[in-house]
């Protein structure tokens, strides 16, 4: 008998597979493609997680399931290797973060194997290596002389920790997401891409896409497409009389209840606007606001404060001066900066005005309802009253017309207004792709001819951000200096660099075309891959980078560079893993934290003890405290797998249970078990297990293409709970083990060649199944002697009459009246009735 030991299984197969080069995707045009793609991972130095696994093995076996069935199948795995950790490390110890991206890679790299992935590792590609950030800077490009890229100076969200700019998606409720620090707002010279002028087609495509319904639903929402109007305000008396003050509403049939508007403080007409005595207060005010985050302004603030200015605009419908005041809920950079108030019917404005005793004027009545006024705003539909010429209709008309006679007059027009701002594309830190353009004090600002890409970073002893807010590579003048690209003369190089996001937007093309030194890939090679069939990976990536991804593919249609106008057709996200064993142990530590406390158990003490400091560990690192070494270790790189995709629903938050990898474990012991135990001589030869094995078949089939890994694998455990209780055929153990090889494939590779195959599993044909046979699981057959009534068997409803003749003359009660005599005919009737004739 021999022993499962995957510590020298699994080591053997990967050798042999990278031996075989079995891995590698050749492109065959006799085949349908499917490119499956993960996440390709930030490669810290903490290394790779349970989490990272339960991404890879799905689409490892999806991958493996599908070239079992002849597809031409592309599964390939790379580094987003710039970022603040390496830099951040970098500052604090002096070592370069490329030397420490390096041994973070080869760490990763090295696990990756160990688990078995089927990546083809001549496709990898690192968004730090110079030969691919070349291309990123090629792309930059492109966008720069499309117009799409354009210089600013920006209240940008400021971690003085950092020393840096945030985008607004890496402030979290105020705070820096990367160190937690207060972030405040500072003007600086950045670089913005226009992803706004994408806004509609980014929300329109949503519809063609095989998504998740919450991640299409949180794309639409930071798009936030809102259809109105914008109405123009005119300045009314002081220094700057009769200038516009356009403003973006959906209702502008509320125009006639609009009694005062409000600025951000940093609007330009707000110093015209003041009056000298209400100079003090405002002022005062702006340099409260510029100490807060755009979340602190608004998300996050309680009460709605604001100044009045003293300054009065002209309402264009009725004439009326109305006051204009500054809050610090008004953000400059959402629209214009200004919004009409409608106390009646805004839940904000009415909250505003109550507190500042500005009029509230109904101009909305609900139909059949009670309205919520004067108690509250009533923000429903209804009916005009109190609006001219609107009185008496209902909202969508009253909508049109105003904004017909607005238009008319030429103070308003029909207008959309987005949520989705331009993408704040500079960082001031090194560790990122350099932009490649240069600033001529003659020519102005020029990109940087292709021949001389990539622009490389230059080597630099120090990380640390300069003060001032620009990056490192300011401070190098032998690098900033060059030549003017088109007069010759000197220049300046731009200092900063590209945010993270940069090199992940366009990852999935490099994979196609890694090694091409012309161009970021062939045109061809695109055709023949593209679209991505199946891309996995975090919920937390529902907005940046696949709505920045989205854009830079839409570009990249626009400028004939790619086929497709969406790049990741279908689109999946592992469930969270929650660490159990963390709540565990807290909770056992809290039992035992009591008697420590007493003092009277010394043993609990140091139990109590153990506990804790390992409480501590995992509230600290959380899952990064499950390291798969130490699960392959245990138990091996197959257990794992199963137990990544046994553990629960694919897509929902499950808790990682170290008992249940043990049943995991238990369930490929018995399976190593009954292969190594199988002999064909005592194998039951009336097929019994003929409709299970089908059914089984047609299961997991159906499972895996719902990607309902968790079902799939209880289907594997019933048909080997059948096949231990009641003998396995020979076919039963051949489709067990092709079935079983996508979630253990170094195990089914030594289970295929103990049951004397030869080759890989990965090269075998996916089994199929008979739909016929998989209907119904077992008949009854009566059997008669010379006519007579004298048992009955159960047999599978597709048995042959070979294997229900043997089975009926091997039925015990049948065999007494067989005694002595000799068997002449043997009549059956399928599925019903064998009849044995002997005399
Ligand atoms: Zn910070
Ligand atoms: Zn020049």
């Known amino acids: 008998m021999t022993e499962y030991k995957p510590g020298d299984i699994e080591p053997k197969w990967q050798a042999r597979w990278r031996e075989a080069k079995l891995h590698k995707t050749v492109y065959d045009p006799a085949k349908p493609k499917y490119y499956a793609l993960d996440m390709f991972p930030y490669p810290s130095g903490s290394g790779l997680h349970v989490g990272h696994c339960e991404g890879y093995t799905a689409t490892d076996i999806i991958t493996r399931w599908k070239r079992m069935q002849g597809y031409n199948v592309l599964h390939p795995m790379g580094w987003d290797a710039f970022g603040l950790p390496a830099e951040n490390y970098a500052i604090k110890t002096g070592i370069h973060p490329r030397i420490t991206t390096e041994k973070s890679i080869a760490n990763f790299r090295r696990q990756i194997d160990s688990v078995g992935f089927c990546y083809d590792w001549d496709r990898e590609v690192n968004t730090t290596d110079p030969l691919y ?424 249609f626009d400028l004939g560079l790619v086929s497709t106008r969406e790049p990741f057709k279908k689109l999946r996200h592992q469930g969270t893993v929650l660490a159990r064993t963390f709540a565990d142990a807290s909770q056992k530590y809290h039992e035992f934290s009591e008697v420590e406390f007493r003092g009277e158990h010394a043993h609990l003490k140091s139990t109590g003890e153990k506990l804790k400091s390992e409480v501590e560990k995992m509230a600290k690192s959380k899952l990064n405290g499950i390291n798969p070494d130490d699960v392959i270790r245990q138990y091996g790189a197959d257990t794992l797998r199963l137990y990544e995709m046994f553990m629960g629903d694919f897509e929902s938050p499950k808790p990682w249970d170290p008992r249940a990898i043990e049943g995991c474990h238990r369930f490929l012991r018995r399976v190593f078990r009954l292969v190594d135990e199988f002999d064909q001589a005592k194998a039951p030869q009336n097929d019994p297990h003929l409709s299970l094995r089908h059914r089984t078949i047609k299961q997991v089939h159906a499972d895996l293409d719902r990607m309902q890994f968790n079902t799939a694998i209880a289907r594997l455990m019933e048909f080997l709970n059948e096949l231990s209780s009641r003998g396995a055929a020979a076919e039963d153990l051949r489709v067990l083990v092709l079935l079983l090889a996508p979630f253990a494939p170094h195990f089914c590779d030594e289970a295929w060649e103990m049951l004397g195959n030869k080759g890989f599993v990965l090269n075998q044909t996916w089994p199929a199944y008979d739909e016929a046979l998989t209907v119904d699981t077992t008949v009854t057959v009566v059997v008669q002697v010379n006519g007579k009534l004298r048992g009955e068997f159960s047999a599978a409803a597709g048995a042959t009459q070979d294997q229900l003749k043997e089975a009926a003359l091997s039925v015990e009660k049948v065999l007494p009246h067989l005694a002595g005599k000799t068997v002449r005919k043997v009549i059956v009737i399928p599925g019903k009735l064998v009849n044995i004739v002997a005399g």
Not at 328 to 339: C, E, F, K, M, Q
Request: net charge neutral; with cysteine; hydrophobic share 40%.
């Open 133 to 556: 950030y070349k291309w990123t800077q090629w792309i930059f490009i492109r966008l720069f002389k499309k117009g799409l890229a354009y210089e600013g100076v920006m209240p940008i969200n400021w971690c003085p920790s950092c020393k840096t700019g945030l985008a607004n998606e890496e402030v979290k409720a105020g705070l820096c997401d990367r160190c937690g620090t207060q972030v405040e707002r500072k003007a600086l010279r950045q670089w913005l891409l226009r992803i706004t002028h994408y806004a509609d087609r980014l929300l329109e495509d949503l519809k063609d896409l095989d998504w998740p319904q919450s991640t299409m639903l949180m794309q639409k929402n930071w798009i936030g497409r809102s259809q109105g109007a914008e109405v123009v305000f005119k300045v009314s008396g002081g220094p700057s009389d009769g200038a516009e003050l356009p403003v973006f509403t959906t209702r502008p049939d509320t125009l006639y209840g609009a009694t005062h508007m409000v600025l951000s403080p940093e609007h330009a007409l707000v110093d015209a606007l003041t009056t000298p005595e209400q100079k003090p207060a405002v002022q005062a005010y702006q340099a409260a606001a510029r100490r807060k985050s755009d979340l602190e302004r608004t998300e996050l603030a309680k009460e709605k404060t604001g100044v009045f200015t003293g300054g009065y605009a002209v309402n264009p419908v009725n004439g009326n001066r109305t006051p204009v005041w500054i809050a610090d809920y008004v953000l400059s950079t959402y629209g214009t900066g200004a919004i009409m108030a409608v106390p009646a019917h805004d839940e904000r404005d009415f909250e505003f005005a109550t507190v500042y005793g500005i009029p509230i004027v109904e101009v909305v009545r609900p139909v059949g309802a009670d309205t919520s006024l004067p108690a509250a705003a009533y923000v429903g539909e209804g009916v005009n009253v109190n609006s001219g010429d609107l009185n008496g209709l209902p909202t969508a008309a009253a909508k049109e017309k105003v904004t017909a006679h607005l238009e008319a007059r030429g103070l308003g027009r029909s207008a959309v207004s987005y949520r989705l701002r331009d993408w704040l594309f500079s960082r001031q830190r090194y560790w990122g792709e350099p932009i490649p353009l240069v600033h001529c004090p003659r020519c102005g600002t020029l990109a940087v001819p292709e021949d001389q890409l990539p622009v490389r970073l230059p080597e630099v002893d120090k990380f640390e951000p300069s003060g001032t807010g620009e990056s490192p590579l300011a401070a190098i003048e032998s690098w900033v200096v060059t030549a003017c690209p088109h007069c010759g003369g000197p220049a300046r190089r731009e200092t900063n660099t590209m945010p993270q996001w940069a090199g992940s937007c366009w990852y999935y093309l490099r994979y196609l075309d890694a090694h091409n030194d012309k161009e970021p890939w062939a045109k061809a090679e695109e055709r023949r891959w593209m679209n991505i069939d199946l891309y996995v990976g975090g919920a937390e990536h529902g907005v940046l980078h696949l709505l920045y991804a989205r854009f830079w593919h839409k570009v990249l």
